[in-house]
């Protein structure tokens, strides 16, 4: 019973965090038109299923900085992702092992989208 419990409470919180960033998302498109300003998704943690596990808001790029996606991979498994406004960014692919990270960077408005 308590782990039927939890995998529900676990399914609604991903539920949630799911439509948080799809109204987000659209809320932001809209938004966009009315500013020159650089934004960016941003999530401190997007876990294993691709969905951020954080609350995901919008950052404003200043001066010189751009949108950022980092993905982090065990084999060919994703294991969780960031997204923020960052000023040091190299489209890169660190590879150690069986492990990589990916870095992606872009200067349009909501471009790091997972």
């Not at 020159?36 to 401190?44: D, E, F, G, M, R």
Request: glycine content about 8%; some cysteine.
């Amino acid at each position: 019973m308590g782990k039927c419990l939890l995998l529900l409470l676990l399914g609604l919180s991903l539920l949630l965090g799911f439509l948080q960033g799809e109204l987000l998302e659209r809320e932001m498109e809209l938004d966009t038109s009315k500013s020159t300003a650089l934004k960016c998704y941003k999530c401190h943690f997007i876990g294993f299923n691709g969905t951020c596990w954080t609350k995901r808001t919008i950052c404003q790029a200043q001066n010189d900085q751009q949108c950022v996606l980092k993905k982090f991979y065990g084999g060919n498994k994703f294991i969780f992702g960031t997204q923020t406004c960052g000023t040091t960014c190299n489209p890169t692919t660190i590879v150690y092992r069986d492990e990589y990270t990916y870095f992606s960077c872009c200067k349009d408005n909501l471009c790091n989208k997972f």
